[in-house]
């Protein structure tokens, strides 16, 4: 009988370590298609012959599948599970990724948008899943996958070129090599599709607020879109600001990936202070700060607080979209309302992350300067700020009054 048991709690730990593994790989294929096809753009409009608007869809694609299929993904899991949404999300990310190793330029564009539209599924359903799983390690569990995600964007956008220049086929080779990445997570995921939990078999409060009616649901949603405006946005024109204060474009490069690597550290420890904390309110108000130090020392022009401003930006940009992936879980009861919760919050989210690159650059042409550009993201900050200190007070979007 000791022995039974034994096996038992054996085979308990063998799963869990998998789950998280898996967990873990999952996170890791959620970024890199996509960071690993920038530093690759102007080899690919030379070898394509596309222009510039065309270059800029390419980029965009992505960020317009996690919106739209932010809300499809919920209703899909609903049926099927989240498990197997997910390997279903895995396989679509494996078809893009090979669509992109071919010659038609065609091919490039269709590969990219099934790439993104597998991984708006990841990044909705993982939430809900964490917190279905490990309802008492949610913490830890977000910062371990969104640290592994933001680690592998980074090495993504540093080995692109010289993979391209390596694997002897060019950037086909450099797009489509993350297969494999996403193939070995096929096969270790391969034991979650045992699990037949379906969300729509959890009960949730029969009374409660209509999610797209909840004010709460909206300061989450609010939150979770302004950080994604001001992540794209810098990630896109840092490299071209840093340029215009003097920095070459290897230096500015390198900035680049440096934000990136600042980070890594606090993707993985503000989860897990905002889940020992009973609201989050301090936690909105420090990261706020940190970013319009950011903004405002890039607007001096300064070298010296120019690279402390970006480096502080890269700390506040890792806590920012970990902190806002927890309120998914901290505001919801279960794994069904976190996920709906998720879905509507990335599908405002990245809708403004696809147009705010453009709208800077617009404000940039029509003033000339990078002064008011700067300036509104100052003000986007504070905005961050204010819907964050509700985001953050310690309440369900259904609670009862």
């Known amino acids: 009988m000791e022995q039974s048991n034994q096996l038992k709690q054996n085979a308990s730990r063998v799963g869990i370590a998998v789950l998280v593994l898996s967990i873990l790989l999952v996170g890791a294929n959620l970024r890199a298609p996509i960071t690993g096809l920038s530093p690759l753009i102007d080899n690919i409009r030379s070898d394509t012959g596309i222009g510039n608007a065309a270059t800029g869809m390419l980029t965009t694609l992505p960020l317009v599948a996690f919106a739209v299929f ?129 969300t729509s078999s959890i009960s949730l409060p029969k009374k409660g607020k209509k999610l797209w009616s909840s004010g709460l649901a909206w300061k989450v949603t609010g939150f979770m879109g302004l950080q994604s405006l001001l992540y794209y946005i810098m ?106 919760l998720s879905g509507m919050a990335q599908f405002v989210g990245y809708l403004l992350a696809a147009v705010g690159p453009t709208l800077f650059g617009l404000i940039h042409d029509v003033t000339s300067s990078w002064t008011v550009p700067l300036a509104f993201l100052v003000a986007v900050a504070v905005v961050l700020w204010i819907v964050g200190m509700g985001a953050g007070k310690n309440a369900y979007i259904n609670q009862q009054h």
């Open 70 to 198: 932010a809300l499809v993904a919920p209703r899909i899991a609903k049926r099927a599970g989240i498990e197997r949404t997910l390997f279903a999300g895995l396989i679509i990310i494996a078809v893009g990724l090979i669509f992109r190793f071919f010659s038609p330029v065609w091919m490039l564009f269709v590969g990219t948008a099934l790439a993104g539209i597998g991984i708006a599924m990841g990044n909705v359903l993982l939430p809900g899943l964490i917190k279905r799983e490990f309802p008492k390690n949610v913490g830890v569990m977000t910062g371990a996958y969104a640290m592994t995600m933001n680690g592998m964007a980074a090495l993504a956008s540093g080995i692109s070129v010289p993979l391209s220049n390596g694997l002897g086929s060019g950037w086909h080779g450099s797009l489509a090599v993350w297969v494999i990445l996403t193939l070995v997570t096929m096969v270790a995921w391969i034991p979650q599709l045992r699990q037949r939990v379906t």
């Open 235 to 340: 990630i896109t024109w840092m490299p071209t600001i840093l340029q215009n204060q003097g920095f070459s474009e290897s230096t500015a490069g390198w900035l680049l990936a440096l934000t990136q690597l600042c980070s890594l550290p606090t993707s993985f420890l503000l989860p897990i202070l905002a889940g020992r904390l009973t609201g989050q309110r301090g936690l909105v108000s420090i990261i706020a700060l940190c970013f319009v130090m950011s903004f405002s020392g890039l607007l001096t022009g300064i070298t010296w607080i120019s690279v402390i401003s970006v480096l502080l930006f890269g700390l506040a940009g890792g806590g920012v979209f970990s902190l806002a992936t927890m309120f998914f879980v901290l505001r919801t009861h279960s794994a069904q309302e976190s996920a709906e």
